[in-house]
């Protein structure tokens, strides 16, 4: 009986644990953002800026790569020694052309998912998708720059596999010896951390998606790409080579596109052997 009770607050103990990555990651995104902006708003009121609300958010992505940065050394060494993945360089088999190719195209239809949830919601909930397009472009996620490409398309993603993927999954594996349990764990969590109902609910499908991704490759190298992928068809680059109007014809053409690289990138990904797969 005393065994069992021990090993039910065990299990308690890796479940709560599984929750600190994501805690410890708002606190970090706070203060960082917190700091930033405290020290911005002194250098606006000392240059007579009337829209200190307007000024600050224009420096929202460098904030971003503050703490993008900070949360690459702490949580790269947690995961490091405290989860026991030794393997720095990513395994032979996630970096072989067709891997990386089905990755990234799964990147690509994922993508176009989503799109496709959110003209959904456009039309049932045309409010909420409003606000949430304001917010998002209010946090200059779409406005092409240098510091939304390197924290959204770059940094963002490889901290939050490191996070969720990397930390959140390993403990809520051990939390459950299931491994859908233990995907839907992190994968709420990776949902809540985006701090709002739309992105959060496309946000949970995408971390299903990637937990799975990672289970099959057993590597973070293959969650990062996806990741980064994702976040790149979907940052407004591409904005820029066809432009903001395009044609019904090339508009139905891209998601048959989408359609078939995601039925390809998952079949290669499915005849993967997780069992066989290295850690890293």
């Known amino acids: 009986m005393k065994d069992t009770t021990r090993q039910g607050w065990k299990k308690f103990g890796w479940l709560c644990l599984s929750a ?24 606006a ?21 503050a703490y993008a940065l900070v949360g690459l050394v702490g949580y790269g060494l947690w995961y490091y020694f405290g989860c026991k993945k030794k393997r720095l360089l990513p395994p032979a088999g996630v970096c072989s052309i067709k891997n990386i190719l089905a990755v990234f195209a799964a990147a690509f239809g994922a993508n176009c998912v989503t799109s496709w949830l959110l003209a959904l919601a456009q039309m049932l909930l045309p409010d909420l998708i409003n606000d949430y397009s304001e917010m998002m472009e209010m946090a200059g996620i779409g406005n092409v720059t240098v510091a939304m490409v390197l924290y959204v398309v770059i940094l963002g993603p490889i901290l939050e596999e490191l996070i969720f993927r990397g930390l959140t999954f390993y403990y809520a594996k051990k939390f459950t010896k299931s491994f859908w349990i233990a995907n839907v764990i992190q994968a709420v969590f990776f949902g809540i951390m985006h701090g709002n109902l739309v992105q959060g609910a496309y946000a949970f499908i995408l971390g299903l998606f990637l937990g799975w991704v990672y289970e099959k490759f057993q590597s973070l ?15 407004g680059i591409l904005s820029l080579v066809f432009g903001e109007d395009v044609s019904i014809p090339f508009q139905i053409a891209w998601n048959l596109l989408g359609i078939a690289l995601l039925v390809v990138g998952v079949f290669v990904i499915c005849k993967r052997d997780a069992k066989q797969a290295p850690v890293g």
């Open 20 to 43: 600190v990555p994501m805690i410890s990651y708002l606190i970090l995104m706070m203060v960082v953002t917190v700091g930033i902006y405290a020290i911005l708003t002194v250098f």
């Open 221 to 235: 190298y293959a969650t990062i790409w996806m990741h980064i992928g994702y976040n790149f068809l979907g940052s």
């Open 45 to 65: 009121l000392a240059r007579g800026e009337t829209d200190i609300t307007g000024y600050l958010l224009g420096y929202a992505m460098h904030c971003g790569i």
